[in-house]
């Protein structure tokens, strides 16, 4: 199982960026898939999921900012953020567990987000 990320950046306050999450070796649409980030000294941080049936949760942090996404045919996940925030800057995780509760199983490597004027 191998999960990709792309799309990171810098982008300046106020930009948007989409993030994609390529799975190979795994169904999207069997497992559960989400985003995590952390940023500089602090812990990794849930932003968004989506459960094996589509239902999407966020984090308050991002909530009406940041939309989840997935498609299936294709096997990718994406997450697009609008209206970034410094405080979004962050290495961009994305993970998926076979099912809606418990650990995640997989990781990808991350893409570094970087929010700056």
């Known amino acids: 199982v191998q999960l990709l990320e792309s799309g990171g950046g810098l982008v300046q306050p106020g930009g948007s960026l989409r993030l994609s999450c390529a799975g190979s070796?795994?169904?999207?649409?069997?497992?559960?898939v989400a985003w995590f980030r952390q940023a500089p000294g602090k812990e990794r941080e849930f932003v968004a999921e989506?459960?094996?049936?589509?239902?999407?949760f966020y984090s308050d942090s991002v909530k009406g900012r940041f939309s989840i996404s997935r498609d299936n045919a294709k096997n990718t996940l994406y997450v697009q953020m609008d209206s970034l925030k410094p405080e979004d800057t962050a290495v961009y995780y994305c993970?998926?567990?076979?099912?809606?509760?418990?650990?995640?199983?997989?990781w990808g490597q991350g893409t570094q987000v970087t929010v700056s004027s």
């Open positions: 993970a998926a567990r076979p099912t809606n509760y418990g650990r995640y199983d997989y």
């Open positions: 989506i459960t094996i049936g589509g239902n999407k």
């Open positions: 070796g795994i169904t999207f649409s069997n497992y559960a």
